[in-house]
């Protein structure tokens, strides 16, 4: 019999709608003594039956729900219903996983596996967990992966911010067939990137922004392009791939930059150019140099980690859009994007409007957009929605 977590009595209500998070604090007493990552039934205060989940002692989410079904176990049957659901969403609705390509094949809580993210690339599948329980299962994916998907390897990749969140003592490297000899090559809309899926950041590549990549090639052709936080030159490369007359991709990262330099070459676009900078200096040194662009796209990692950190991090976003007006030509471009789920869209549109305003500049919003449908978004966990991304135009 698994251990049992009662709740305290008016907390049950979010997790009768599935959300997955189930903290210390709505915990009012565990009956048994559960292991960490061990199956735990969850009862509301009155005595019923919400979910089965998983338990970890030493994480603030000290349960997290998978199953909302009394009599059905967390085992192999069920995780593999759970694998075959997401991965039937990208083969057999969004038709993502042809020869070269790449996508989020798990998207933790989008995909009712919160926890676990399962990245492919043409055939490689690399694994990430940021949850306890489903990392000490991690045998049981990997056999689950490999005969879902007869893939050529699976690799693990962790997150070094997350790991002690969780306890998660996780050795990064192959876990079962070959190891990748060098990057693999993706293609996104004839584009070929390549990815370091052992050494790259995150799983080796920002499969997130495939839709707003494409988005912003129906601007470039005839742009001079900033391409700010380019890391393998993502937007850069997609857009001289769409006629820009001339690119510069900045990122503070040299391995990403080499690898910019090499996709560049690779997609024979010679009008390209990668520079290994700190953006914030590059971006005031070209204001002082009085460099002017058409097109500039801001992609900065994700400054706001927890509440405390969103008022630091929209001071940075305020200082990039100050640079961005003052570097763009009227008529230009201006793509920001922000990864922080903390900052809103509605947050980010007012950064829009304060750095217009102070610029005494007028800006448009042309294009609203998110994250793409291999990265889903629950219902019941908003949380799993992040990436925001706007596209907008100096008028004047
Ligand atoms: N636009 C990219 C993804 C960007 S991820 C794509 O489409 O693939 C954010 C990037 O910002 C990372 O490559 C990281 O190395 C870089 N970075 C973080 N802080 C930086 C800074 N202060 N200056 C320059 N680059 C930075």
Redesign the pocket.
Known sequence: MPATVILRSRRAKPFFSRHPWIYAGAIAQVQGQPTDGDEVEVFSHGGHFIARGLYNSRSRVRVRLYCWEMNQPLDMAFWRHRLQQAIQLRREVLHLLGPGKACRLVFSEGDGLSGLTVDWYDGWVVMQFTGLGLALRREIFTTLLVELLQPRGILLRTEKSIAPLEGLELTEGVLWGDTPKEPVAIEEDGVVFLVDLLGG?KTG??LD?RDN?RAVRRYAKGRRVL?????????ALHAAHAGAIEVIG????SS?IQLAQCNAQRNHLVQVRFVE????RFLEEQARNRQRYDLI?L???KFAHRQSAVENALKGYRRLLALSLLLLEPGGILVT?CCSGLITMDMLEELSNQAATKARRQVQILERHYQPPDHPIAVACRESSYLKCLIKRLCC
């Not at 900045?250 to 990262?253: K, R, Y």
């Not at 900078?277 to 914030?280: G, L, P, R, T, Y």
């Open positions: 950041q590549f920002y922004q990549r391409d700010a936080f380019c890391y393998t030159g993502g937007f900045v990122d503070s990262s990403a900078a700190e953006v914030f796209i992609d900065p990692p994007c």
